[in-house]
């Protein structure tokens, strides 16, 4: 556990040090809002409708920030063949350097999602619903990134291929994410999509750090 926390500290201070910490997913939130009149018009009821597509989006976009950095950092200066020279647990480093990774995106976005969703005219009475649907569902997309960024830890410019695998798995989360919101604003029950959200989450944090881990080893191999 102290090697855990260690990899998480460790992740969170360079974030910071890079910029890529949590101001930077909200910029993107501030960024979306500011231009979504200007591409739809101004109608409130329209954008209404959009809100929480363009907040998922908005959180899948902030995910993808820094995937493609998430083990290369650790491949480049040599991190990733001292940790596996150690003999500890591969799977645990990067269940670590996901969570650090939620912490400065998923998190921050979530916590904030009530405030910007009150700018996009969203729904009063979806607004927990809309954040708390990120708050559980942000980290199914960071684990499926973590996935991806294994498989392309080897490429110098696998950010776009990195994106192409992880976007098409991601969009069972995003589907059942605005489903919540939408079904909230509605004033229909919500909790269906809400808990396969959660176990859509569960299942990504039972087989993505495994897999990931493997993906990692056939590279180094």
Do not use: Y
């Amino acid at each position: 556990m102290s090697a855990f926390s260690a990899v998480i500290e460790r992740d969170l201070r360079l974030a910071r040090r890079a910029g890529a910490g949590a101001s930077l997913g909200l910029m993107f939130f501030l960024v979306l809002i500011a231009i979504v009149p200007f591409a739809i018009g101004a109608d409130q009821k329209l954008i209404s409708r959009l809100a929480p597509a363009l907040l998922w989006i908005a959180a899948l976009l902030a995910t993808l920030l820094g995937l493609d950095r998430l083990f290369q950092a650790d491949e480049e200066d040599g991190a990733l063949d001292q940790f596996l020279l150690s003999g500890g647990s591969l799977t645990m480093l990067v269940l670590a350097k996901a969570l650090a990774h939620w912490l400065v995106t998923g998190l921050p976005l979530s916590l904030a999602a009530p405030v910007l969703g009150l700018m996009l005219a969203i729904e009063p009475q979806a607004m927990l619903p809309l954040a708390l649907s990120l708050l559980v569902g942000t980290p199914a997309l960071t684990l499926i990134g973590l996935v991806g960024a294994a498989l392309t830890v080897s490429l110098n410019r696998g950010g776009l291929l990195l994106s192409l695998l992880v976007v098409p798995t991601a969009i069972p989360t995003l589907i059942f994410g605005v489903g919540v919101a939408k079904a909230a604003a509605e004033g229909r029950d919500f909790a269906m999509p809400l808990t396969v959200l959660c176990g859509t989450t569960l299942f990504a944090l039972a087989i993505s750090p495994v897999a990931a881990a493997l993906a990692l080893r056939q590279a180094r191999g």
